[in-house]
């Protein structure tokens, strides 16, 4: 079936401007998490959300950064004002609820943001 | 706080060498162990896993046992390819707190020359 989708797959942005990043996850799948992979800090965790509710928002870095997630399903993260340090390579993953299986998350390919 | 450390890289392996990426771990209680791999290229994908102490996980002739003793998780293949070359990340979820969200080694580089 298919995978974790993700959109833009590159985004080129000017300082200051805002970007939006699309994640499409795997159907049925009610949990879905949103890290950054930089050369700097490595791969971190942003946010988490279990259906339409985020749980965990404990990663993202500063108030400029938003995510929602509408019909448990699609999410978009929101990064306003884009700073030169926020680019990076963001990443989306998705996983089912329930059972052992539940800690196995799918990535999808990446948006790779960069700000100018 | 909840921590993974791997060894640093890049290794560089002639094909069919023995290959071990080292991991240890810090957490509070018995975490679920992962590695991730990332091809040139790809996006991450799941190697192995092991969710308790003395499991081994293993896939495409890569292992991996969870030692709770030493609170490691080495990478281990026996004989390595060119097809191999890749960034590897060893990765743990935490049990209990509110989400599982994975927490990631540094990553190590690993280049397998013909």
């Known amino acids: 079936g298919a995978g974790v989708s993700q959109s833009p797959s590159n985004k080129v942005t000017e300082k200051g401007k805002d970007v939006e990043l699309r994640c499409d996850p795997i159907s049925g799948h009610t949990a879905l998490y949103w890290y950054r992979q930089s050369l700097g800090q490595g791969l971190e965790f942003l946010i988490y959300f279990q259906g339409n509710s985020a749980p965990d928002k404990s990663g993202l870095p500063s108030d400029r950064f938003s995510a929602e997630r509408t019909g448990g399903s699609v999410s978009t993260l929101t990064i306003q004002r884009t700073q030169q340090e926020d680019s990076a390579v963001y990443l989306c993953?998705?996983?089912?609820?329930?059972?052992?299986?539940?800690?196995?998350?799918?990535f999808g390919p990446g948006t790779r943001l960069t700000v100018t | 706080g909840n921590s993974v450390t791997q060894m640093e890289g890049p290794v560089t392996l002639s094909e069919e060498a023995f290959l071990t990426i080292n991991c240890t771990y810090t957490?509070?209680?018995?975490?679920?162990l992962f590695w991730y791999v990332q091809y040139p290229g790809e996006g991450l994908q799941l190697l192995l896993k092991?969710?308790?102490?003395?499991d081994k996980g293993s896939n495409k002739g890569f292992e991996a046992t969870y030692r709770k003793e030493t609170t490691s998780f080495h990478l281990e293949k026996g004989s390595v390819q060119v097809s191999d070359s890749a960034v590897y990340f060893c990765a743990l979820i935490a049990l209990g707190g509110a989400t599982n969200k994975l927490i990631f080694g540094t990553g190590t580089l690993l280049a397998v020359q013909p």
């Open positions: 993953a998705s996983s089912s609820a329930s059972g052992s299986s539940s800690y196995e998350q799918y």
């Open positions: 957490a509070t209680g018995y975490p679920s």
């Open positions: 092991a969710t308790k102490a003395d």
